[in-house]
């Protein structure tokens, strides 16, 4: 048995789509398993660039199967123009297996996401708006519908009806308009033309895959900084980015899991609301953010800029067991005088080494940094470490250092040849 999961160790938008995609040429499964359609995984290769959102970042490599598991909320609209935007460039016969205990994202979700977004004024999380948060809501509320349920027409009718009696409540309450049963009933029966066939038990599937020696690459989306357990409540997703989601999201055994690899921007990025203790505002993150193209890849908002932060990392290697690091965007860094990674924080005078879990205290806590030389070459071209600058060999190293991890990756440009392997992952 070979797997790994892919998890992200800062606040998301570390780069997993693109590894996820080159790691996928060698496996046989891909499987995301929580989140939606707030992810942007961006793969590039042969001078073309795909942005996805809902779909395995597996389905840009032939021959694989690819899971959605029942950790994850999809939205079937944006699912089907997803695939149809791959169909229009050439990238069909997809062998996609959709769990049928996904939960389905409606359009009330999105409605009420930008509706509690806007009254909760400077409050606000600066959630993406795609119902994320209100899907998860109801799976725990015990009033949320999903895939499987499509399939029973009657029984999706009920489940339909019973929800919109209550949504159609709140909606008027928040002076929005209600909506109607047959409309909204019409519109996912037509999904579940396209899709139908796709939905099933995919922890069935996968335990096959898992017993049967088969190579399986577990997808995260998001970090563990938004994870709703471990990340900085209440500035969060509503999932679990951690490993430890992956039994729960997909229905395989813990034990399964055998190795994390932690996704890490080679400094730090956020969209949205809430602390950040690394941030900084001035002419080197612009350069950072132009350098690296910053901006969110599912709401184009331009990211927020900070230095690498080991506190973080060594936080997400705490709660969800990373046991090799893959450093992302190390050529964005080229050209910067001075480099500097937090190495632990300062609290009410107090050194610190956690992340605290009250988001004020965390917003006040002052980074300490060690500062290192950078490097001037472009080293998009580096194809081996040995290759690279010696201030940049440093920079690794002190990474691997300072998070007792093991480097195993790094990449050198958004392609997939501009990944450099130090160590076998699948
Ligand atoms: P939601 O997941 O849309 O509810 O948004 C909650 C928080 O997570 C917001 O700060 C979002 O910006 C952030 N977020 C959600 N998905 C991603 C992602 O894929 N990358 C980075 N941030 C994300």
């Known amino acids: 048995m070979s797997n790994v999961v892919v998890v992200g160790t800062q606040w998301g938008d570390e780069g997993k789509g693109k590894i996820t995609d080159y790691l996928a040429q060698e496996a046989d499964v891909v499987v995301r398993y929580q989140g939606g359609n707030n992810a942007g995984h961006t793969i590039v290769f042969d001078n073309q660039k795909f942005a996805l959102h809902l779909l395995p970042s597996g389905c840009l490599s032939k021959n694989k199967l690819n899971i959605m598991a029942n950790g994850m909320v999809i939205n079937p609209k944006a699912l089907i123009e997803e695939l149809k935007g791959l169909e229009e460039r050439g990238i ?9 205990r996904a939960h389905i994202v409606f359009p009330y979700h999105m409605t009420l996401d930008g509706a509690f977004e806007q009254s909760a004024g400077s409050k606000k999380i600066g959630t993406t708006k795609k119902g994320i948060g209100p899907a998860y809501t ?6 949320g519908i999903r895939m499987g349920d499509l399939l029973d027409s009657k029984y999706f009718a009920e489940r339909l009806k019973a929800a919109l009696s209550i949504k159609n409540n709140v909606l008027k309450m928040l002076g929005l308009d209600s909506m109607d049963f047959k409309e909204l009933f019409e519109e996912f029966m037509g999904y579940k033309e396209v899709l139908g066939h796709m939905i099933t038990d995919t922890s069935v ?12 690459l577990f997808e995260g989306a998001q970090g563990v900084m938004l994870c709703t357990d471990h990340g ?17 999201y997909t229905g395989i055994a813990p034990s399964y899991i055998q190795n994390v690899l932690g996704i890490t921007k080679a400094y730090t990025t956020r969209v949205g609301e809430g602390a950040f203790p690394t941030e900084f505002e001035d002419e080197i993150a612009h350069t950072i953010r132009e350098v690296g193209n910053e901006y969110g890849t599912t709401t184009k908002r331009p990211r927020r800029i900070g230095w690498l932060d080991t506190v973080v ?18 050529d964005v860094l ?15 005078g107090n050194k610190i080494d956690y992340i605290p879990s009250i988001i004020d205290h965390l917003d006040n806590v002052e980074p300490i940094y060690t500062e290192m030389p950078g490097w001037d070459e472009d080293i998009t071209g580096v194809v081996a470490f040995e290759e690279l600058p010696q201030n940049a060999k440093n ?12 480097v195993k990756i790094f990449s050198v440009g958004p392609d997939r040849q501009q990944t450099i392997e130090l160590e076998s992952i699948l």
């Open 92 to 100: 069909k016969g997809i062998n996609l297996k959709i769990s049928n």
């Open 205 to 216: 599937l996968l335990n096959e895959a898992l017993e049967a020696d088969k190579k399986v």
């Open 334 to 348: 080229s050209g910067l005088k001075t480099l500097k990674i937090c190495t632990h924080y300062i609290m009410d």
């Open 138 to 143: 109801d799976k725990y509320f015990r009033s």
């Open 232 to 248: 900085s409540y209440p500035y969060v997703t509503s999932s679990s980015p951690t490993a430890a989601a992956v039994p729960l």
């Open 395 to 406: 920079y690794l190293l002190e990474i691997q250092k300072l998070t007792g991890i093991n």
């Open 313 to 330: 990392l060594r936080h997400a290697k705490r709660v969800s067991g990373i046991s090799g690091l893959s450093i992302m965007l190390l």
